[in-house]
């Protein structure tokens, strides 16, 4: 099957035009799927399929990302709270995801609506290969009108469990997949000056820059039964909304009225500029599977001339990865100053460091004259 073309978000610029996005991905968190008893709140999952089968019957299309396996686990298995350990989380994220798959294929059925399960990890959506299998899987699901229901693999996954959230993990759907908008359902109604329980706390209607939030009291943990706050929510906003696609955080009681344009929760315009590309998606999608560190003429080449970078401005390599991974790259003071798909794996980049390209040739072969990583396929940071 060939690769879907790159849809360009709407770029969605006011609350009111919200009500024209064409493909949405909405994220529910743990807090906002269980009750007061660490239960599986069916209740709010149904409340959240009426309005995915209102956006249905208007032709939108809606990916949800929705947390809440190792929650919806605990109260069956006898758990007070979210366990510490990996092995007890990755057992209560088994049973938890069979308990959630069929709480939404039950509350999207009896609209008529068919789910599609779909278990990622981060890598799932950062290395360029398994990248563009995840976008082709979601547009055919899409294309069959399906609701795709994205979490994240807990049952096997190891350093996402104790680091990743599903904040980031929708943002990068949503960029994946060139939404129009990202709703952010949370038990908190919105963003505010201050904790919303201090006297004098403010709501943030729009945040039309995140790095401008100076001054603004944020918390960075999240409830007993999630791993996200306040913290993952901003960056996951600010990622989407510098790749087109506008972002707004709210309750899932709000999540109708938001999509109507009504004044509830905080909202975060599209930025404009910036086109869906490999670029952008290498630089606000990926994280380095290693460090390609430099000396100083090649730093400068890369910083200012957006030249190809080759062997010879190579100085060492940190980390082990295959060719075709996307890299890191370092300046002599250690600061990252770019990143790019490597033409070769670190083994082989190791052996190619700080030798010219004839040389390259003379004593590895005649491929190792290509860069080491071609301007085509490299972005400043």
């Given at each position: ?17 919200l ?8 994220k ?10 660490g ?5 709010r ?10 956006l249905?019957?208007?032709g939108?299309?809606?990916?949800i ?5 190792i ?5 069956p ?7 510490s ?31 599609g399960q779909?278990?990622?990890t981060?890598?799932?959506?950062i ?20 609701v ?22 929708a ?17 908190v ?24 939030l ?12 999630g791993?996200?706050?306040?913290v ?5 906003a ?5 790749t087109g ?9 709000n999540?109708a ?34 460090i390609?560190?430099l ?16 062997a010879?401005?190579?100085t ?53 004259r ?12």
């Amino acid at each position: 099957m060939s690769t879907p073309e790159l849809r360009q978000p709407g770029r969605i610029t006011s609350r009111e035009a919200l009500g024209a996005a064409r493909r949405i991905v909405v994220k529910i968190g743990s807090s906002s799927l269980t009750d007061e008893h660490g239960q599986l709140d069916e209740q709010r999952v149904r409340g959240i399929a009426d309005v995915a089968a209102h956006l249905a019957g208007r032709g939108t299309e809606l990916v949800i990302v929705s947390s809440g396996a190792i929650a919806a686990a605990l109260s069956p298995l006898g758990l007070a709270e979210r366990p510490s350990s990996v092995e007890l989380q990755q057992a209560a994220a088994s049973v938890g995801q069979a308990l959630l798959a069929g709480a939404w294929s039950s509350a999207l059925g009896a609209h008529g609506l068919i789910t599609g399960q779909v278990l990622l990890t981060e890598s799932d959506v950062i290395r360029p290969e398994t990248y563009r299998n995840v976008r082709s899987a979601l547009e055919a699901l899409l294309d069959l009108q399906a609701v795709p229901v994205v979490n994240e693999n807990d049952t096997t996954a190891t350093h996402e469990i104790r680091f990743g959230d599903n904040d980031r993990l929708a943002a990068l759907v949503a960029q994946l997949l060139g939404a129009d908008a990202l709703i952010l359902l949370t038990d908190v109604d919105a963003l505010y000056t201050a904790p919303p329980r201090e006297p004098g706390a403010r709501r943030i209607g729009q945040v039309d820059d995140v790095a401008r939030l100076a001054g603004v009291s944020i918390g960075s943990v999240g409830s007993k039964v999630g791993t996200g706050g306040m913290v993952t929510k901003l960056s996951a906003a600010q990622l989407a909304v510098t790749t087109g696609t506008a972002a707004l955080m709210t309750t899932p009681e709000n999540f109708a009225a938001a999509l109507e344009g009504g004044e509830v929760g905080t909202f975060f315009p599209a930025h404009h500029g910036r086109r869906r590309s490999q670029l952008v998606w290498l630089r606000f999608a990926t994280r380095g599977a290693g460090i390609l560190h430099l000396d100083q003429g090649a730093a400068e080449a890369v910083r200012s001339r957006r030249r190809s970078l080759l062997a010879v401005g190579i100085t060492a390599v940190t980390g082990t990865f295959p060719a075709g991974v996307p890299v890191d790259v370092a300046a002599p003071d250690g600061a990252i100053i770019a990143r790019g798909i490597a033409s070769f794996s670190s083994d082989e980049l190791r052996a190619m460091a700080g030798r010219g390209t004839d040389e390259a040739r003379e004593h590895l072969g005649e491929r190792f004259r290509r860069p080491a990583i071609h301007r085509d396929q490299l972005v400043t940071l």
